[in-house]
């Protein structure tokens, strides 16, 4: 059974930084590319950034580019994402999703075919 | 950068048929995926490449997808339906790629 469990999430001043991991099982991690996407309370959904499968290559939405760094460890089964900089216009829930594609390299199928249950993310003073 | 348009709600009974639209500037060229979130949980993957359904997902929803408009089908609706529904699109020519419509509020009467 695929998997996907996030974490980090919490109360962040305006400025400040966090670090969410997701953890993945049921699934062999290194031959998909990971995304996040986020969701401000009452709010629609917001993609924020894609990594591909072996880490080679990395998109950001232009609201969180120079801010935010997304990242996976292979050797782990899991994918983060630094966030930095952080506005109140960053709080919603970030949700990490699976590709909708097995691929061994740099290569997306840009949809999200499971999802984790997702961390809160809360800025402010 | 493109914009996906939803109906922010539709409403039916039971047992009907309902369908929830997505407007796009010439939509029939992509590919839309669409996903139900029911409240306080995440997105779920209802259909893929705008009429596949992945595994688990009942025979009662299907998609389509031409000209300017892209249309997931829920036949024979259940109170269990009742979600949000958000479609979606990777458009490779924007620089907003990955494209999030406003998301639909199902109601089942």
């Known amino acids: 059974e695929v998997q996907l469990v996030e974490s980090g999430g919490g109360l962040v001043q305006p400025g400040g930084s966090l670090r969410l991991s997701c953890a993945a099982s049921g699934f062999t991690f290194s031959s998909y590319a990971m995304h996040w996407v986020r969701q401000a309370p009452g709010k629609g959904l917001e993609y924020v950034s894609a990594?591909?499968?072996?880490?080679?290559?990395?998109y950001y939405a232009n609201s969180v580019k120079g801010r935010f760094t997304i990242s996976r460890d292979n050797s782990k089964n899991t994918l983060y994402l630094q966030m930095g900089s952080l506005r109140a216009e960053d709080m919603a829930v970030y949700y990490c999703a699976r590709d909708g594609s097995y691929c061994g390299g740099d290569c997306y199928s840009w949809y999200f075919d499971y999802w984790g249950q997702g961390t809160l993310v809360t800025v402010s003073s | 950068s493109y914009v996906l348009t939803q109906p922010p709600s539709v409403s039916v009974a039971p047992g009907k048929t309902a369908r929830i639209t997505c407007g796009g500037n010439?939509?029939?060229?992509?590919?839309v995926h669409w996903y139900q979130q029911k409240p306080g949980q995440a997105p779920v993957l209802v259909i893929y490449?705008?009429?596949d359904r992945p595994s688990g997902i009942p025979e009662r929803f299907s998609g389509s997808n031409s000209g300017n408009t892209a249309t997931l089908t829920i036949s024979r609706v259940e109170a269990g339906d009742e979600a949000d529904y958000y479609c979606?699109?990777?458009?490779?020519?924007?620089?907003?790629?990955?494209?999030f419509g406003g998301g639909t509020k199902l109601t089942v009467l």
């Open positions: 490449y705008d009429s």
């Open positions: 010439n939509i029939g060229s992509k590919s």
């Open positions: 990594i591909s499968s072996n880490g080679g290559s990395t």
């Open positions: 979606q699109v990777w458009d490779s020519s924007s620089d907003h790629p990955v494209v």
